[in-house]
C-alpha cells in the first residue's frame, strides 16, 4: 500500500506541475483540441505522471490481493495529504484553516482505518 499511496501523490504532484507550465487552457473551437493534446501528451511532467499513477495502479491491484478493499480504498487517501503538503511546501498553494482541517480529518480516517484491518 505504501508504493500505492506514494506513487498516487507524485502523480498528483507532476500532471499538476505540468499542466501549470502549460499555460492556461482555452478550446474555443473543435480544432483547439489536437494541438492541445499534443501538447499535454508531450509535456515531460504530464508523461512522468502518467507512468507514476501506471505504477500506482500496480501498485495498488496488488495490495487487493493481500488487503480488503475496505481497507486500501480509504488508505489510498493517504495521498492526498502527501500531495496537499507538497503543494503548501513547494508550490506555494495557499491551505486555508478549512482545507488542513480537512486533510487531518482525511489522515484521522484513513489512520482508523488501518488500524482496524
Do not use: H
Not at 502518467?50 to 505504477?55: E, N, Q, R, T
Not at 487487493?64 to 496537499?84: E, F, G
Amino acid at each position: 500500500m505504501s508504493f500505492a499511496i506514494l506513487f498516487g501523490a507524485i502523480a498528483d504532484i507532476l500532471m499538476s506541475t505540468g499542466m501549470r507550465r502549460s499555460g492556461e487552457v482555452t478550446v474555443k473551437r473543435l480544432s483547439d483540441v489536437p494541438p492541445l493534446l499534443a501538447a499535454t501528451f508531450t509535456n515531460p511532467y504530464v508523461l512522468a505522471g502518467v507512468l507514476s499513477m501506471a505504477i500506482y495502479f500496480a501498485a495498488y491491484i496488488t495490495a487487493l490481493a493481500w488487503v480488503d478493499v475496505s481497507v486500501a480504498n480509504p488508505l489510498t487517501a493517504l495521498s492526498y495529504v502527501i500531495a496537499s503538503t507538497y503543494a503548501f511546501a513547494y508550490l506555494r498553494e495557499k491551505i486555508g484553516w478549512m482545507r488542513a482541517a480537512g486533510i487531518m480529518l482525511i489522515t484521522v480516517g484513513a489512520v482508523c482505518v488501518g488500524l482496524s484491518s
